[in-house]
């Protein structure tokens, strides 16, 4: 059984940094692309961030390329989502996604397994 399990959330001023984690288990993590997106209240699922199983290759929505960072432990199951310079626009739940098939993937539809959730709340 997949599960990932986000965990670092919570509230953060402007300008302030964050960093969120998921733990994988269940699924050949050195062979997935993984993937963040966020959910905003009355708001659709938007992508936020994504890296090739390597690491190698990266993709960021243009709303946050320059101030979020994602990587990954291989050795630890683990993706990371590094948040510099949140801005109240942040704010939203985020999600921790897996995809099975090689090559970013950019749309909700294109990740098989899915995290929970943790709330990230930018204050002004």
């Known amino acids: 059984q997949v599960q990932l399990v986000e965990s670092g959330g919570g509230l953060v001023q402007a300008g302030g940094s964050l960093r969120l984690s998921c733990a994988a288990s269940g699924l050949t993590f050195t062979t997935s692309t993984m993937g963040w997106f966020r959910q905003a209240p009355g708001k659709e699922r938007e992508f936020v961030a994504a890296?090739?199983?390597?690491?190698?290759?990266?993709g960021y929505a243009d709303s946050v390329r320059g101030r979020f960072t994602i990587s990954r432990d291989n050795a630890k199951n683990t993706v990371y989502l590094q948040m510099n310079s949140p801005k109240p626009g942040d704010t939203a739940v985020y999600y921790c996604?897996?995809?099975?098939?090689?090559?970013?993937?950019?749309?909700?539809?294109?990740?098989?397994?899915w995290g929970q959730g943790t709330q990230v709340t930018v204050s002004s």
């Open positions: 890296i090739h199983w390597s690491g190698s290759n990266t």
């Open positions: 996604a897996a995809r099975r098939f090689a090559g970013l993937g950019y749309g909700p539809d294109q990740y098989t397994y």
